[in-house]
């Protein structure tokens, strides 16, 4: 029912994990408004909570966290918290995203956790395998629905706004478009074709209207034009390379 193990007694590790996320998120809006002494109180208790947790139920020979320190019970929801929380180092992360996707004995996550799946799945670089992980969206086009499911299996109710992530994840992980100032004042494009061999996206700014359209080339190569509104300048990211964008038509 939502509770996960070890949360009636305060030894979760996927509820300490999400307090250092939050943590984490408070750290860098303290600094980015110059409140450095809370900045650095917040810094040093999501720190703290963080080594506790790997201390006490990280498992070297699973390479995973466990949900309590019995180190019994394992989870997809608490490992994709350990790759966000950086509580896992970022050299060992892509390896832990194939353990969470492939070892069968986790707790699965539901349609509505996927969200957080795919932000982890993203932050590995992982992206790519974004398409190939929609079948609960696919069983809803097969069963006549034009609004998305609560969960998997029995929907209960078919309009649910907590399993509409691919309306975000089209955008932000397959175009791969997203800020990298507050207000987006600049944008990074960082796409994951997938399967793909094309993209073609109207993106709303709050400037105007970005428009990217890219394809795949041979030898893994990308070709095509991303048009930035005005006062607005970004990145392009492909296999390793960055290609710095202005406003106006950036011919690639």
Same mark, same amino acid.
């Given at each position: 029912n939502g509770i996960p193990p070890g949360a009636d007694d305060g030894y979760s590790a996927n509820i300490n994990l999400q307090f250092v996320s939050a943590?984490?998120?408070? %750290?860098?809006?303290?600094?980015?408004?110059?409140?450095?002494? #809370?900045?650095?109180?917040?810094? /040093?208790?999501?720190? +703290?909570?963080?080594? /506790? %947790? %790997?201390?006490?139920?990280?498992?070297?020979?699973?390479?995973?966290?466990?949900?309590?320190?019995? @180190?019994?019970?394992?989870? @997809? +929801?608490?490992?994709?918290?350990?790759?966000?929380?950086? /509580?896992?180092? #970022?050299? /060992?992360?892509?390896?832990?995203? +194939?353990?969470? *996707?492939t070892e069968a004995d &986790?707790? @699965?996550?539901?349609?509505?956790?996927?969200?957080y799946l795919f932000r982890a799945l993203q932050q590995c670089g992982m992206g790519d395998h974004y398409l190939t992980m929609l079948d609960p969206w696919w069983k809803m086009l097969d069963n006549g629905m034009s609004t998305f499911g609560e969960r998997d299996g029995v929907m209960r109710s078919e309009c649910h706004a907590w399993s509409s992530s691919p309306c975000f994840?089209?955008?932000?992980?397959?175009a791969g478009i997203y800020p990298l100032e507050p207000g987006f004042k600049s944008?990074?494009?960082?796409?994951?074709?997938?399967?793909? *061999?094309? *993209? #073609? %996206?109207?993106?709303? +700014?709050?400037?105007?209207?970005?428009?990217?359209? &890219?394809?795949?080339?041979?030898?893994?190569?990308v070709q095509g034009t991303i048009i930035l509104p005005e006062n607005t300048t970004g990145e392009f990211h492909w296999r390793r390379q960055i290609v710095q964008l202005h406003e106006g038509v950036n011919k690639l």
């Open positions: 943590l984490q998120q408070a %750290v860098e809006i303290f600094s980015h408004f110059n409140l450095e002494t #809370e900045a650095a109180k917040y810094s /040093a208790l999501e720190r +703290h909570v963080r080594s /506790a %947790v %790997v201390e006490r139920c990280y498992n070297p020979e699973r390479k995973m966290i466990a949900e309590t320190p019995g @180190q019994k019970i394992y989870s @997809q +929801h608490t490992n994709i918290w350990a790759i966000l929380t950086y /509580a896992i180092p #970022e050299l /060992a992360q892509e390896a832990l995203m +194939h353990r969470i *996707l &986790l707790i @699965q996550t539901t349609i509505y956790y996927k969200f994840d089209f955008l932000h992980t397959v944008v990074a494009v960082y796409p994951n074709f997938g399967n793909l *061999l094309k *993209l #073609e %996206v109207d993106f709303p +700014h709050p400037n105007g209207e970005m428009k990217v359209s &890219l394809r795949k080339t041979r030898k893994n190569r």
